[in-house]
């Protein structure tokens, strides 16, 4: 306004236009600063263009009135890494990308908070009642390979056995590497370390992800990769690639759950909580067999998407209790760590 001590005075055209525009950028500015942002910490396939962040972002900011900013953080054990070292001063109202063999290791660094009640009924493979951690999807680990691989091993002793060469991930920064010492973990038991000596000389390399590993096996360089059993999926579907398979192992198939849970620490916690109802939701759930490539944590109305049929399914499925992972985690590190030094 102008001052009542001088008259109004009248302003040329093209200060006007200045004037219009510069209120144009504080009224934008003021509103950007009003509006609440969720940040949320994730894995690196998450935020990629062809992965879920993109349509999620678009999808939860169309309902929640925020902005929804995803970081990415490695791969997903990388991710409670970050956490412990952030503490209680991390910049994380959500971490979203751990799964059911680090629940128990992120619960005991007291740095989430419970959620609130959510209305969702999950389609999982056993029974989830957690107050923290929220299921979004889960599948089995499986290697993959092409079609023009002969004598498939039906078992990790065929793998050892064989001249295959294989590429894996680091399980201190990876949950699917992790995910493989649970699975000898859980197949053979003591057995394990004698496993993992046989399978060291097919290992060509050992990456920090999941992609890395999975980029090396489609340029060639390897002829099968840890990865899952909906992977195949992705190449049917997307591609029209009928050609990549994983191979049915007769001991069995190891469960991967991902999971998101808010941080005690947000200032975002009724945002957090609603972003955790969604996730749930029919349209989440419905991003992510065709974006993430793993089976949905609450079937979708219209059920899979065709294609999911052709998949393998596991005839036993194998699972470490949470409770009991941390544990166990431990001592298969150390047996995986001590074959492959020999």
């Given at each position: 306004m102008y001052s009542s001590r001088y008259p109004p005075v009248a302003l040329k055209d093209e200060e006007m236009k200045y004037l219009t525009i510069a209120a144009g950028l504080v009224m934008a500015t003021t509103a950007h600063a009003d509006t609440p942002v969720l940040n949320v910490y994730t894995y690196d396939s998450?935020?990629?263009?062809?992965?879920?962040?993109?349509?999620?972002?678009?999808?939860?900011?169309?309902?929640?009135?925020?902005?929804?900013q995803f970081t990415a953080a490695g791969d997903g054990a990388a991710l409670l890494a970050r956490l412990q070292l952030e503490g209680a001063h991390t910049d994380a109202d959500i971490v979203l990308g751990l799964d059911n063999n680090l629940v128990a290791a992120a619960t005991e660094t007291g740095l989430f908070a419970e959620h609130a009640p959510l209305n969702a009924e999950y389609a999982l493979p056993i029974e989830w009642d957690d107050s923290v951690f929220v299921p979004f999807d889960w599948g089995y680990f499986a290697f993959v390979h092409g079609e023009a691989l002969e004598d498939v091993p039906a078992n990790f002793e065929e793998l050892a056995a064989s001249d295959l060469k294989i590429v894996i991930q680091d399980p201190r920064s990876s949950t699917p590497g992790l995910g493989l010492l649970m699975w000898?973990?859980?197949?053979?038991?003591?057995?394990?370390?004698?496993?993992?000596?046989?399978?060291?000389?097919?290992?060509?390399?050992?990456?920090?992800?999941?992609?890395?590993?999975?980029?090396?096996?489609?340029e060639g360089e390897a002829d099968m990769a840890l990865s899952y059993t909906t992977s195949p999926a992705y190449h049917l579907i997307a591609e029209e690639d009928g050609t990549k398979a994983s191979a049915p192992f007769d001991e069995g198939h190891y469960m991967q759950i991902e999971v998101a849970a808010k941080l005690a620490s947000s200032d975002q916690s009724d945002l957090a909580d609603q972003f955790l109802e969604f996730m749930t939701g029919e349209e989440f759930q419905t991003i992510i067999p065709t974006t993430n490539w793993?089976?949905?944590?609450?079937?979708?109305?219209?059920?899979?998407?065709?294609?999911?049929?052709?998949?393998n399914t596991p005839s036993i499925s194998l699972l470490t209790p949470a409770a009991e992972a941390g544990t166990v985690r431990d001592a298969a590190l150390e047996e995986w760590l001590s074959a492959l030094s020999q």
């Open positions: 998450f935020t990629s263009e062809w992965g879920p962040g993109p349509a999620v972002e678009a999808a939860f900011e169309e309902v929640c009135g925020c902005d929804l000898v973990k859980a197949a053979y038991g003591d057995r394990a370390p004698e496993i993992w000596a046989g399978l060291s000389d097919n290992i060509v390399t050992v990456t920090p992800g999941w992609w890395e590993a999975y980029s090396m096996f489609l793993m089976y949905p944590a609450v079937t979708p109305a219209e059920g899979l998407p065709a294609g999911f049929e052709t998949l």
